[in-house]
């Protein structure tokens, strides 16, 4: 996924995003971000940049060994295992200990189910 991937939307004041998940291909679709989804990913692409990087609409939305303190030399993608290796140590982190999701995928579907909820409940309170 390339950080030209994101689209970001204003609503309510808010901006959320669109990501093309799998851009090209047979299996290409979008799906939502949060807005705090959408912060977050603007801090660590700008971490990466003060890091020395140069980021374009075509660099990897995640680096898969970005260290602030000692920048790669060549910018690989995060593959599967070590998204969900980052993911499980995050949730540890933030006292997660059971969850309603197994996976990473399953996560995203979980937080997307969510935010259609949420956005549901805006439009039928604004009629």
């Known amino acids: ?21 799998y851009s090209g291909e047979p299996e290409e679709y979008s799906t939502r971000i949060s807005s705090e989804a959408v ?45 969900q290796i980052y993911f499980r140590r995050k949730w540890k982190e933030a006292g997660v200990t059971s969850r309603k999701w197994k996976v990473t995928h399953c996560f995203r579907s979980y937080g997307e189910t969510v935010m259609q909820r949420e956005a ?3 439009f039928l309170s604004r009629n």
């Not at 971490?47 to 690989?76: L, Q, Y």
């Open 1 to 21: 996924m390339k950080v030209g991937h994101l689209e970001e939307v204003e609503i309510s004041g808010k901006k959320i995003g669109r990501l093309t998940i």
């Open 39 to 83: 912060e977050d990913l603007h801090m660590y692409l700008e971490k990466r940049k003060r890091s020395g990087e140069v980021i374009t609409k075509n660099s990897w939305m995640v680096r898969a060994d970005f260290n602030e303190n000692f920048p790669a030399p060549r910018v690989r993608t995060a593959n599967e295992t070590a998204i």
């Open 120 to 122: 549901k409940d805006i």
